[in-house]
């Protein structure tokens, strides 16, 4: 969820509010809105599909950035948003517009009125599936050269399977979203590799992919050129950010060139890094006179790149520790690597998120509380959670989450960031 909803989102909520719980979302119910409203899912436009357990929003940003680069106008479907939900849908790296945004609603509140009930197919429409297909639809409409879509949750079972995918991008897999879109890491992979299929001409993961990974895409896409991408030198946001980002700037070029292998792709230049914005991954700050750190970290592996990285900065020591981690999230597998001592473990006010799984023997507080008291001590701030929690500190912090990078000057003569 976004730190902040509008009354604009309606229709893309309407049937989840209703319907979860008792019903599961629908494939079948968003392929009927997809054929009511005519979105093309096979458009003439090349399609990178973004999926993985970690890093996804980095490699959408980076594949985004790079593709402008190139000189396409560059139509971009991410999850989950920072601030409000125009964040979802971007062209050419911008937010949609509030008055864009309400007609697109009304497009889809006027389709789902001509759907059948739901209880005459397997499930509702979710809120995901409908930012999905009805963003690719607003974005094909006003004339994208290539479209860059992340999965909302999962792969094969989530909206963005329905799209011809000619590139795959499979960002850090592991055991996350247990018992939703798997119960096991090899279901998990499964499902997100599923996004692509017989149509799939390449795919782009990193060189240090978990082996379960790439035996999925072994196996379910064995038509497709596998691209591994080496972990680059630390570009200033962390190993596992600049590595996410590699791979970005990779499927953009792979994807433009149609390149089997990166022997086919023209010479990486990383230099654009030093350009992007990206809000809650391993972002360095400047908060009420303190400096504080903020990253969307959910596993063992994230949290140990980002206290790595903090520990290379010596105005950091001492710090304060603000993590979130809802029950949805291996706490206990997590929690140990942090300072019980000089930790709080924080409640967000999400009415689909329960924090039960707190150990008892750590200090809690509500979202309020806990920001409060650290911004008052003047101390380092290191925050670890989910992107929900990011959003809130973003919010908070008052952070520029619409750009994605900044122009670099030099671009000025032709209007492309480079």
Same mark, same amino acid.
């Given at each position: 969820?976004?730190?902040?909803?509008? /009354?604009?989102?309606?229709?893309?909520? %309407? +049937?989840?509010?209703?319907?979860?719980?008792? #019903?599961?979302?629908?494939?079948?119910?968003? @392929? *009927?809105?997809?054929?009511?409203?005519?979105i093309d899912r096979d458009p003439a436009v090349p399609v990178i599909g973004v999926v993985g357990s970690k890093g996804k929003g980095t490699t959408v940003a980076a594949a985004t950035q790079q593709l402008r680069r190139l000189g396409l106008n560059v139509g971009t479907v991410s999850s989950p948003p920072f601030i409000t939900n125009l964040e979802r849908i971007r062209f050419n790296g911008e937010p949609i517009s509030l008055e864009d945004y309400t007609e697109l609603g009304q497009v889809l509140s006027d389709a789902i009125q001509q759907l059948p009930p739901v209880e005459e197919t397997d499930g509702y429409l979710a809120p995901t599936g409908c930012f999905t297909?009805?963003?690719?639809?607003?974005?094909?409409?006003?004339?994208?050269?290539?479209?860059?879509?992340? !999965?909302?949750?999962?792969?094969?079972?989530?909206?963005?399977?329905?799209?011809?995918?000619?590139?795959?991008?499979?960002?850090?897999?592991?055991?996350?979203?247990?018992?939703?879109?798997?119960?096991?890491? !090899? !279901?998990?992979?499964?499902?997100?590799?599923?996004?692509?299929? %017989?149509?799939?001409?390449?795919?782009?993961?990193? +060189?240090?992919?978990?082996?379960?990974?790439?035996? =999925?895409? +072994?196996?379910? *896409?064995?038509? =497709?050129? $596998? *691209?591994?991408?080496?972990?680059?030198? &630390?570009?200033?946001?962390?190993?596992?950010? /600049?590595?996410?980002?590699? @791979?970005?700037?990779?499927?953009?070029?792979?994807?433009?060139?149609?390149?089997?292998?990166?022997?086919?792709?023209?010479?990486?230049?990383?230099?654009?890094?030093?350009?992007?914005?990206?809000?809650?991954? /391993?972002?360095?700050? +400047?908060?009420?006179?303190?400096?504080?750190?903020?990253? @969307?970290?959910? /596993?063992?592996?994230?949290?140990?790149?980002?206290?790595? =990285?903090?520990?290379?900065?010596? &105005?950091? %020591?001492?710090?304060?520790?603000? $993590?979130?981690?809802?029950?949805?999230?291996?706490?206990?597998?997590?929690?140990?690597?942090?300072?019980?001592?000089?930790?709080?473990?924080?409640?967000?006010? !999400?009415?689909?998120?329960?924090?039960?799984?707190?150990?008892?023997?750590?200090?809690?507080?509500?979202?309020?509380? @806990?920001?409060?008291?650290?911004?008052?001590?003047?101390?380092?701030?290191?925050?670890?959670?989910?992107?929900?929690?990011?959003?809130? #500190?973003?919010?908070?912090?008052?952070?520029?989450?619409?750009?994605?990078? $900044?122009?670099?000057?030099?671009?000025?003569?032709?209007?492309?960031?480079?």
């Amino acid at each position: 969820m976004p730190a902040r909803l509008l /009354s604009e989102d309606e229709p893309f909520f %309407r +049937e989840w509010k209703r319907h979860h719980g008792p #019903m599961v979302r629908s494939r079948q119910r968003a @392929a *009927l809105l997809a054929e009511t409203v005519g979105i093309d899912r096979d458009p003439a436009v090349p399609v990178i599909g973004v999926v993985g357990s970690k890093g996804k929003g980095t490699t959408v940003a980076a594949a985004t950035q790079q593709l402008r680069r190139l000189g396409l106008n560059v139509g971009t479907v991410s999850s989950p948003p920072f601030i409000t939900n125009l964040e979802r849908i971007r062209f050419n790296g911008e937010p949609i517009s509030l008055e864009d945004y309400t007609e697109l609603g009304q497009v889809l509140s006027d389709a789902i009125q001509q759907l059948p009930p739901v209880e005459e197919t397997d499930g509702y429409l979710a809120p995901t599936g409908c930012f999905t297909l009805m963003g690719a639809h607003y974005l094909l409409e006003r004339g994208a050269d290539v479209l860059v879509i992340e !999965e909302g949750l999962g792969g094969a079972t989530d909206e963005i399977s329905q799209f011809r995918l000619d590139t795959l991008v499979v960002t850090p897999v592991f055991l996350e979203h247990e018992g939703v879109i798997g119960d096991t890491i !090899e !279901e998990i992979a499964w499902n997100l590799v599923g996004a692509g299929d %017989r149509r799939t001409e390449r795919v782009v993961t990193l +060189e240090a992919q978990d082996p379960v990974a790439i035996r =999925a895409i +072994e196996v379910l *896409l064995p038509q =497709a050129h $596998v *691209l591994r991408v080496p972990s680059p030198e &630390d570009l200033g946001f962390g190993p596992l950010t /600049s590595a996410n980002i590699a @791979a970005g700037y990779t499927a953009a070029l792979a994807a433009h060139h149609r390149a089997d292998t990166l022997e086919d792709l023209p010479a990486l230049d990383l230099s654009g890094a030093r350009h992007l914005q990206l809000p809650g991954r /391993s972002s360095f700050l +400047e908060h009420n006179g303190a400096p504080w750190f903020l990253d @969307a970290a959910i /596993s063992r592996e994230g949290f140990q790149a980002a206290l790595a =990285a903090v520990s290379a900065h010596s &105005d950091f %020591r001492g710090a304060r520790y603000l $993590v979130c981690l809802p029950d949805i999230k291996d706490i206990t597998r997590i929690i140990d690597v942090v300072d019980k001592d000089r930790t709080t473990l924080v409640r967000t006010h !999400e009415d689909h998120l329960t924090f039960e799984n707190y150990p008892e023997d750590w200090a809690q507080a509500s979202f309020e509380d @806990a920001v409060r008291d650290a911004e008052t001590s003047g101390d380092p701030v290191v925050c670890l959670g989910t992107m929900s929690f990011a959003a809130e #500190m973003a919010e908070r912090m008052g952070l520029d989450v619409d750009r994605w990078w $900044v122009e670099d000057p030099s671009a000025a003569e032709t209007g492309v960031e480079r």
